[in-house]
Nanobody, 131 residues
Framework: EVQLVESGGGLVQAGGSLRLSCAAS????????IGWFRQAPGKEREGVSC????????YYADSVKGRFTISSDNAKNTVYLQMDNLKPEDTAVYYC????????????????????????WGKGTPVTVSS
């Protein structure tokens, strides 16, 4: 059974940091591109960042460049999203998604799009940034 389980969300003050984790199981992790998406209250889901496990290439939405860092531990089948200098507008439920098509995930991240059509999704972890 394929599973993506996010963790690490919580409440943090503006300027603070959080590290999210996405633990994957049930598929060949190294073959997939893993993306982080977020959905704020009343807004559409948007792409944040992604990493292609086979070569380690990473992509970021403009809104998080320089503040968020994505990384992968292939031995643990886990992708991380280090979020620094958090802003109230980063408040959202954060989801990870996995897909065999790196180009598709990258397009969703580059355009801050919703990630429709990606193969697998987790259930999300909430992040709240207070001002």
């Amino acid at each position: 059974e394929v599973q993506l389980v996010e963790s690490g969300g919580g409440l943090v003050q503006a300027g603070g940091s959080l590290r999210l984790s996405c633990a994957a199981s049930g598929f060949t992790f190294d073959d997939y591109t893993i993306g982080w998406f977020r959905q704020a209250p009343g807004k559409e889901r948007e792409g944040v960042s992604c990493i292609t496990n086979i070569d380690g290439s990473t992509y970021y939405a403009d809104s998080v460049k320089g503040r968020f860092t994505i990384s992968s531990d292939n031995a643990k089948n886990t992708v991380y999203l280090q979020m620094d200098n958090l802003k109230p507008e980063d408040t959202a439920v954060y989801y990870c998604a996995a897909d065999l098509r790196p180009g598709l995930v990258r397009v969703w991240v580059h355009t801050s799009g919703a990630g429709y059509g990606l193969d697998y999704w987790g259930k999300g972890t909430p992040v709240t940034v207070s001002s």
